[in-house]
């Protein structure tokens, strides 16, 4: 199956918002610019009509922000929901397709695991993080360029801390697939498990194999619990070394940043905006690097559903 396919009857709804997250983007970089100006140019000279210009304009600007915001992330959402119900229908007609034996030799728990839960977590990759990641990576694009703008040389200095970001990034990523594919596989064993179980729970209670059957239930719990534990591990490792290289930025731009505002190279105003810039700029990279979580996640869940168009019909 063209899993791109599912976009296309989608094509205007998806160009919307992907519109508004553009607009939401740029409109978040006025406020800073507005800093610069207050502290170098309307406060010097205590500009007051100025002021009021200014506060007027920022007013507009957060209440069209929160417009754009709000139909960009809703229409992402409405879109998702619809994908996620075509590819369900997709796949369950897929799984009546199929032969008997195929179906039969696959408990129900795992069939019903990837149906309901492994579509949601595609979804939920989908149409809810990778917003987040779009957004993000607009965000950090639109930011570089103002610094550049603004001075070449802070921007440079400011973001030597980026090639390391990416390095951890990169060195991690693959460790965090592994892990997530561990995960979903022993959910889907649990689900599959239990669904026997249950449907079978005459025949245990009959014959007294409530203790065996618990003993088996902990044996795959422990080895989810090893599993998620071992993925929160990795990414818990992304969350802290990206906080601490956006640290390091910020100390890096305030140590050269403040020499240049001593020799008059730059204004206040101007190293004030750039650290709110610098500040804006490593949320999105945070953003960014837990995406990768869910990107694995996500990928783990369509291999599993893949593999089920991949089968011959019945």
Not at 6 to 22: E, Q, T
Not at 206 to 224: P, S
Not at 237 to 255: D, K, M
Not at 285 to 312: C, H, T
Request: proline share 2%; with cysteine.
């Amino acid at each position: 199956m063209k899993f791109l396919s599912l976009f296309k009857s989608h094509r205007r709804f998806l160009s919307i918002a992907f519109f508004c997250i553009v607009a939401t983007n740029v409109l978040s970089l006025a406020f800073p610019w507005a800093i610069k100006l207050i502290v170098d140019d309307i406060l010097p000279e205590k500009n007051g009509s100025f002021l009021a210009i200014i506060l007027i304009l920022l007013a507009g600007i957060a209440l069209v922000k929160a417009v754009a915001s709000f139909w960009g992330t809703y229409l992402g959402m409405k879109t998702g929901e619809r994908i996620a119900s075509e590819l369900r229908e997709r796949l369950h007609d897929c799984l009546l397709r199929q032969s008997v034996l195929t179906v039969e030799n696959v408990p129900t728990g795992m069939l019903l695991s990837k149906v309901v839960g492994d579509i949601d977590t595609i979804k939920r990759f989908l149409f809810s993080d990778v917003l987040d990641f779009l957004c993000s990576f607009l965000t950090a694009c639109f930011i570089f360029a103002v610094l550049f703008w603004m001075n070449g040389w802070l921007a440079l200095i400011s973001a030597a801390c980026l090639p390391f970001f990416i390095f951890s990034y990169l060195k991690l990523s693959r460790s965090l697939k592994e892990k997530y594919k561990e995960l979903k596989n022993d959910q889907g064993n649990l689900a599959g498990q239990l669904g026997e179980r249950y449907r079978g729970i005459r025949v245990v209670q009959a014959f007294g194999r409530q203790i065996r059957e618990m003993d088996r239930f902990r044996a795959v719990q422990n080895r989810i619990l090893r599993s998620a534990l071992g993925v929160h591990r990795v990414d818990t490792w992304f969350w802290v070394a990206a906080e601490c290289l956006s640290a390091l930025g910020l100390i890096i731009l305030l140590w050269f940043g403040t020499g240049e505002v001593m020799r008059g190279q730059i204004t206040v105003g101007t190293l004030m905006a750039f650290y709110t810039y610098i500040g804006m700029l490593f949320l999105p990279l945070i953003k960014m690097s837990r995406v990768n979580g869910s990107y694995q996640e996500a990928r783990a869940s369509w291999e599993r559903v893949r593999n089920i168009f991949d089968e011959p019909e019945g």
